[in-house]
């Protein structure tokens, strides 16, 4: 028998306002999963936490679904097994849950065989899944990432370490939206300004984390492909991004989380403050929301 393994994956912000489908930051928000061999003839799931009660506990959960797969497409048996999920990353709220699954999938695989798969094989199975890298190679990987498709649908990744000189606020407000209505009401044609635009904001982001130049956020995180439309969606987000421009003490930067609706702010201080402008702008549209402190997670996927 196989003794019990643990892996951890962590949530995931992505876009960082203009880096739209390539920057990743992954942050200590965790997905964990206690998997082990059972003698039972029926596989057993349990699900705590985040989207317990919403989420399947049966081999319709995603994260036994990439598992199986994965242990197909390696051509080896997949045996029954206990899982049991403990979820810290609320569900459908731009913070990478569905990726965090997959990659805790292929992780399952890798624990219970002892093989780790490359990046190539990494990518290829997760992307089955998932169509986009950029959740996936953070949540894999950790640190900040960035992601693109080549013509021949292979990865190019870069990744980097990010010191902890900076405090993460996350407000993620009690409603969920789901990716593929937050992609459908992106304009399938941009303007050459605005394609412009974004390219010298997101290098603006790059050069600030990289750098440590993190007065670069406040314009790098300011975007015109996918944040003005999804602020449809999103009750008060077009008054959120703009305590970008209102000179609150602390305030390094603020961008949509991935698809939203979590919004992403950059500190230096004040994260209370910070976060009562927020909570005041949601309840005027009737909306609560919950803050989360978190840190940049460099580790990215751990098994023990």
């Known amino acids: 028998m196989i003794p019990k393994k643990t892996i951890q994956i962590p949530a995931t912000t992505t876009n960082l306002g203009a880096g739209f489908d390539a920057l990743g930051l992954a942050l200590k928000l965790f997905l964990r999963v206690e998997i082990q061999e059972s003698a039972q003839t029926k596989t057993r799931i349990q699900l705590e936490g985040e989207g317990a009660r919403e989420l399947p506990a049966s081999e319709e959960n995603l994260i036994f679904q990439v598992m199986r797969r994965t242990f197909e497409a390696e ?8 899982m049991h999920v403990f979820n810290q ?3 459908a709220r731009g913070l990478g849950s569905s990726a965090a699954a997959i990659v805790a999938g292929i992780g399952c695989f890798e624990a219970m065989t002892g093989r780790e798969l490359g990046p190539d094989k990494f990518f290829r199975y997760a992307l089955e899944f998932e169509t986009h890298p950029d959740n996936l190679a953070a949540a894999r990987y950790g640190g900040f990432t960035i992601s693109a498709m080549d013509g021949r649908d292979e990865i190019r990744l870069f990744r980097s370490i990010i010191a902890p000189l900076i405090q993460i606020l996350l407000v993620v407000p009690d409603f969920q939206l789901q990716t593929e209505k937050a992609r459908a009401v992106i304009p399938r044609n941009l303007s050459l300004c605005d394609a412009i635009f974004n390219i010298q904001r997101s290098s603006l982001t790059v050069a600030a984390l990289l750098r440590n130049e993190f007065h670069l956020l406040r314009e790098g ?10 602020a449809a969606l999103i009750p008060g987000l077009e008054e959120i991004l703009c305590l970008q421009e209102a000179g609150i003490p602390g305030l390094l930067g603020i961008c949509l989380s991935g698809a939203g609706p979590s ?4 500190v230096e201080f004040n994260l209370g403050g910070i976060y009562q402008r927020i909570e005041t702008i949601f309840m005027k549209n009737q ?4 803050p989360y402190e978190l840190e940049i997670d460099n580790q990215g996927r751990t098994i023990s």
Request: avoid cysteine.
């Open 221 to 230: 995180l300011r975007d015109k492909i996918h944040q003005p439309y999804r």
């Open 75 to 82: 051509g080896q048996t997949l045996p029954n097994i206990q």
């Open 89 to 91: 990353i609320p569900v």
């Open 287 to 290: 909306i609560r929301s919950k």
């Open 263 to 266: 919004i992403l702010a950059f």
